[in-house]
């Protein structure tokens, strides 16, 4: 039976149930091989493809690997200084409150530098959507140990492994702004399989759901690979996210509709 | 039940041969290819004909290189 279907027969426009969205641009990804930025690139473009808000969006390009998202996401963006895209978030949308607003922000950006735009952002209560892409490291400037870094953890300033008597503990910072009263929706995913791919789709179109009721601030963390960085190959990298860094970094929701998730 | 055959078209010169897909794939109907694209890197294909075009590969994909088309037999 199969030996009657030709190539031809199934190449047609009609049959297609996968594309690439329109909203990712043809340029080539300038990330390494298996980076889950592009996964969560093309996730957030698909979601504001199917709500049909391409014209109504303005989105942040943070600084670290994703500083050249403006070049991938076919939507209107600004690029903000190291860490300060929640600030031009929270100017963008005071200005232009029925835009969609998103800041695109890695750890070292979100967690380090940017700490304190993050909190008062975040406790402030402004309506805009923050991607907070976790991959433990600073993944541009060759693998520096990022507050996000497990404990243990090499990296090129930890050769040893993270000591957290001379290094500090790691910072759950999707934890800590899910404490503050501003935030609305607070959830942590990640990109590496199908299944996960799918329920960070549907977290990402709820934060975007969230932001128009104007309730608070929706964020959203999805915990991905930096295979360069740790020194593994991607499918490597990707198992051994699921054996370290999820146990620390637990999937899931943190808070919904305002109110914190009891931890059983 | 109605049976489906799947397909995928690959641009392979976007494809950077990470391998999250092959891994991703229920059927293990893709493989690396033994060429190189542009930037050198091997690129994914569908080599045993088995694919049902569940998509699995086009949405952990990265790079966002494949298309899946999948009819009812």
């Given amino acids: 039976m199969d030996g009657t279907i030709t190539k031809e027969a199934i190449f047609k426009p009609e049959n297609i149930v996968y594309k690439k969205t329109s909203l990712m641009t043809d340029n080539i990804l300038s990330y390494c091989p298996g980076c889950g930025h592009g996964t969560a690139h093309r996730l957030i473009m698909e979601v504001i493809d199917e709500m049909g808000l391409e014209s109504e969006t303005i989105g942040i390009a943070p600084v670290g690997c994703s500083v050249l998202a403006y070049e991938f996401m076919n939507v209107d963006m600004q690029q903000a200084a190291h860490g300060r895209a929640p600030a031009h978030a929270t100017a963008i949308k005071r200005l232009m409150p029925h835009k969609t607003v998103f800041a695109y922000q890695g750890d070292g950006d979100l967690a380090a530098i940017g700490t304190a735009e993050t909190i008062h952002a975040c406790n402030r209560g402004e309506n805009f959507t923050t991607f907070f892409i976790n991959n433990g490291i600073y993944g541009m400037t060759g693998g520096q140990m990022a507050p996000t870094t497990l404990p243990g953890m090499k990296s090129s300033t930890s050769p040893y492994g993270r000591d957290l008597k001379s290094m500090g503990h790691p910072i759950k910072m999707t934890e800590l702004v899910a404490q503050l009263p501003g935030t609305y929706y607070v959830t942590r995913q990640a990109v590496h399989t199908p299944a996960a791919v799918r329920k960070a789709k549907k977290a990402i179109r709820k934060a975007i759901e969230i932001q128009q009721m104007n309730v608070g601030l929706s964020f959203v963390e999805i915990v991905s690979n930096c295979n360069s960085g740790w020194k593994m190959a991607p499918v490597q990298s990707n198992h051994w996210m699921e054996e370290n860094m999820f146990p620390f970094y637990p999937l899931g929701d943190i808070k919904v509709d305002g109110k914190l998730i009891e931890k059983k | ?73």
């Avoid at chain 2, 690959?10 to 190189?36: L, Q, R, Y």
């Avoid at chain 2, 050198?40 to 004909?49: A, K, S, V």
């Fill in chain 2, 1 to 73: 039940m109605a049976k489906v055959k799947g397909d995928i078209v690959v641009d392979t010169e976007k494809c950077k041969g990470c391998e999250v897909c092959i891994d991703a794939c229920p059927t293990h109907t893709i493989a690396m290819s033994e060429d190189v694209n542009g930037k050198g890197y091997h690129y994914m294909q569908n080599i045993y004909d088995a694919c049902t075009g569940c998509t699995n590969c086009a949405i952990v994909c990265p790079d966002g290189v494949i298309t899946v088309y999948r009819i009812k037999v």
